[in-house]
């Protein structure tokens, strides 16, 4: 949960708001985490806010000091993969000095190490996205949509730039997103590909769609 | 259900039976159709077999002399498109006069109409799998595999005709897979792109994937 402690870091000002927020990012992930992977052993209807209390040997009340329902805990799970991503794409993107090569490379091989570290958060999102209120539902849309556009006008300029083949359709982003969402639900950690096999695999694959080789 | 419906024909000899045979794999077939549906719109855990029973118009006993239980008709839903899909892929390999781009080609076009014709019980597989008991979960587990086999001994003879680029790992097929299985969770029907858009773009990405362009 390293960018919500972040951000939690970088939004209060003095000394002892920033250590205060500290505590509260820190609470605030570790019950997300707790959550999330109850969630993701028995599913989000079988669990009550009570299962989650117990595991976190905290009480009720607690819990509803950080978050005003089991939704919006959901929610906060459901939000950790896109947001992450979001901010490494625009991140990299920032470097105008790289070739479009050189930034689908370097996004795809971050994006896929964050659905792998994400792993848990990022098949509880695709199992339980149906429980989500219509508002955090459409919040996490609206952050996937961005995702796909930035890459699609990304492969559009590098096609345009002659990096790319000039019959790449733009819309390959949404099927570049496919493979990165889909290693969640088949990468097992300690299997037979370490997760740097796997993202070297997917680095290619998404050069592959782009026509960039 | 056609597959299904055809296997049970096929099963039965006499005529009377065949016909027996027929309505058996009729109602099996519009039993998991309803619950597939309500297992898409409500989650699993959330449905009860009075709820499936109410919605078909019958009894919880008829629903028991069809399935043994609420998990064997999760079972049957789950195994649907995988087991289509390998129906699909042993008829398309049989062909020997193909080339191996027109045998990918064939076999990618024709899985990904199955996984849009049947994108509710794929999703529903992809939610509810942990719900499945461990013999089911590995039967579909070993069908999947196969199929990820095959299409990696398609793409590694591919290689070695020359057809496919040489760098082409067969592991490929992984990701050929992903980009199948993750249609159900981003299509939607009547949307901005037709089904036929769409697997005509899946076929060219497969086939990029693959080296074979």
Known sequence: MSS?????????????????????????????????????????SSCTLDLVADNLGVTKPFLY?????????LAAICEVGISESLAVLEATL???????????TEVVRQVGRIVIERQEYVVVYQRE???????DHNRILRMRASFD?????????????????EDTDSFVAVWIG????????????????????????????????????
Do not use: C
Not at 10 to 32: M, P, Q, W, Y
Not at 94 to 102: G, I, L, N, P, Q
Not at 149 to 162: M, N
């Open 149 to 165: 556009h930035q890459i699609a006008e990304l492969i559009r300029e590098g096609v345009e730039a002659g990096e790319f083949r």
């Open 94 to 104: 920032a470097d105008e000095h790289k070739t479009h090569r050189a930034l689908l």
């Open 178 to 213: 496919g493979l990165i969402s889909w290693i969640p639900t088949w990468y097992s950690p300690g299997g037979q590909r370490s997760s740097g096999e796997v993202i070297d695999q997917l680095v290619t694959a998404a050069l592959r769609l782009a026509g960039a080789e």
């Open 4 to 44: 919500i402690a972040t951000n939690a870091r970088e939004a209060s000002a003095g000394a002892n708001d920033s250590l205060k927020s500290e505590f509260v990012a820190f609470k605030t992930n570790r019950i997300i985490e707790v959550a999330s992977n109850l969630f993701y052993q028995r599913g989000y």
């Open 129 to 135: 996205m149906k429980h989500l209120s219509a508002t």
């Open 65 to 73: 000091s950080y978050f005003k329902n089991k939704e919006a805990i």
